[in-house]
């Protein structure tokens, strides 16, 4: 029972809670970024270039 009290003092200090509750609004944001270049920014683009699909595009680093 010594272990478990121990790693609960230890996941519930302040540093590991806030590391958790930003990888989770880090990830929400990320999706949140992306539905709105795909959704929002990229049609108007691709009409005013001559209907250009942008899907297909791609560079790997």
Known sequence: MGMMKEFK???MK?????MAVGIIIGAAFGKIIASFVGDVLMPPIGMMLGGMDFSTMAYTL
């Open 9 to 11: 003092d230890f996941a």
């Open 14 to 18: 302040g540093n590991v809670v806030d």
